[in-house]
């Protein structure tokens, strides 16, 4: 897959030109690489091009420092959107990616056109919860938390249906750099926008799951009430929810963009 240095590390992406005018770029969540958006293309493919990308440290990206900050994921993505030369840009992100929409959102406003947010928050867990994370990681490896991991993004329905998924996404998972991973539980830990969604002014869509247990429908009712000219649609999901129901996840977002 083609990589492009950028300024702080290199960022293995995958730009697919589909011959249209917008391009949809997508931001994963934590501990995942950009195949996560595998099943949502075919339907978004007819309407945009499609820019994905691994965030530092994750998939085939690199890392070279042990925190990160949602600022510099956020940088990252108008860091590589300008090397690119892309314009007439939407922005969508889920997780660790809303936060990250979040702070494009309130912070570059202008470079893109539209924003979606998915299966998050404007503050996500605690400091404490966190760092507990890091440290369970840290002593007993990325593998200590599959079935956790697995409980948390995907409702039993999808587990019982999709396991092939499921292992890959895992696999995924587990093949990410623990620096990598422990970076970005630190820019979770200290990402807090619940202060700062007054600011946020562009046209947004949030997406979140009924079963959803990390960012709960609750937590997107938040941003909505309190960030500006905001949609919200619920899907019966967890955590992943447009891996759950890719189709339907995706006609949500071309019916938001097209108008």
Not at 44 to 71: C, M, P, W
Not at 91 to 105: D, P, R
Not at 215 to 223: Q, S
Request: net charge negative; aromatic share 10%; with cysteine.
């Amino acid at each position: 897959m083609p990589k492009i240095e950028l300024k702080n590390f290199t960022c293995n992406y995958l730009y697919e030109n589909f011959g249209h005018d917008h391009t949809l770029v997508f931001s994963n969540s934590l501990g995942t690489n950009y195949s996560m958006w595998e099943d949502n293309i075919d339907e978004l493919s007819h309407y945009f091009n499609i820019l994905r990308y691994d965030k530092r440290g994750h998939g085939e990206s690199t890392i070279n420092q042990d925190k990160v900050s949602i600022a510099e994921l956020g940088e990252d993505v108008v860091e590589l959107v300008d090397a690119l030369k892309l314009e007439n840009v939407f922005f969508c992100g889920l997780s660790i990616g809303g936060l990250t929409g979040q702070w494009l959102a309130i912070n570059r406003p202008d470079r893109f056109k539209k924003y979606i947010i998915c299966n998050t928050s404007a503050k996500i867990g605690t400091v404490e919860s966190w760092e507990a994370r890091i440290k369970q990681v840290t002593e007993h490896g990325l593998g200590s938390i599959l079935q956790g991991t697995a409980d948390r993004w995907f409702t039993p329905h999808y587990r019982a249906n999709n396991p092939e998924k499921v292992e890959k996404i895992l696999a995924d998972f587990q093949a990410n750099t623990l620096q990598g991973y422990t970076a970005c539980c630190h820019a979770v830990a200290h990402a807090d926008f619940r202060e700062e969604l007054h600011k946020l002014v562009k046209p947004l869509l949030i997406i979140a799951g009924s079963k959803d247990e990390v960012t709960t429908v609750e937590d997107a009712k938040f941003i909505q009430k309190h960030a500006g000219v905001t949609n919200l649609i619920s899907l019966d999901a967890a955590h992943l929810s447009n891996m759950e129901h890719p189709r339907e996840f995706s006609k949500h977002i071309i019916h938001y963009l097209q108008h």
